[in-house]
């Protein structure tokens, strides 16, 4: 089992707090995540910044638009050297095949793909306005849905 087991949120709104606190971590014994807040302020070049000091980095972007979109997102994220990547699971079948495929053009790419079914924010209103009468718990432990989106991102 790997020793990185951890995966440290960089959920910082500045670059320099978030490498600070990287500076603390042994990129040996964790991962970090780079979420949106933190990506869109720094770019690109955080998570170069990141890998320069060892670490693999997790992009947190939850991509979720039409498929050839989130596909070239998918793409340029492998090509930046991310540890793994996500989308949103409400884009749907073709949108997840897509973006999969897209990411096995990516020469030499090992950078992981998984789809985020219910955001953690979610309640039983938030799933009945999406037509869903269910706890967003139920839906998460729902085997069909989680069969499916191993098949389409696997």
């Given at each position: 089992m790997s020793k990185k087991q951890i995966i440290v949120a960089l959920d910082y709104p500045e670059?320099?707090?978030?490498?600070?606190m990287a500076e603390r971590l042994d990129p040996n014994l964790c991962r970090v995540k780079v979420g949106k807040e933190l990506f869109t302020r720094a770019g690109p070049g955080m998570v170069e910044k990141l890998h320069g000091m060892?670490?693999?980095?997790?992009?947190?972007?939850?991509?979720?638009d039409?498929?050839?979109?989130?596909?070239?997102?998918?793409?340029?994220?492998?090509?930046?050297?991310?540890?793994?990547?996500?989308?949103?699971?409400?884009?749907?079948r073709s949108m997840m095949e897509t973006a999969r495929n897209e990411l096995e053009k990516v020469n030499g790419a090992e950078t992981l793909l998984i789809a985020v079914t219910v955001l953690t924010s979610m309640e039983r209103s938030?799933?009945?306005?999406?037509?869903?009468?269910?706890?967003?718990?139920?839906?998460?432990?729902?085997w069909h849905c989680w069969r499916k989106v191993q098949e389409w991102t696997a």
């Open positions: 670059q320099a707090a978030a490498l600070a060892g670490f693999d980095v997790f992009l947190d972007l939850k991509y979720h039409i498929p050839n979109t989130t596909a070239k997102a998918v793409r340029a994220a492998a090509e930046l050297g991310v540890w793994m990547v996500d989308l949103h699971a409400s884009g749907g938030d799933m009945v306005e999406l037509g869903l009468d269910m706890e967003p718990l139920d839906q998460v432990k729902d």
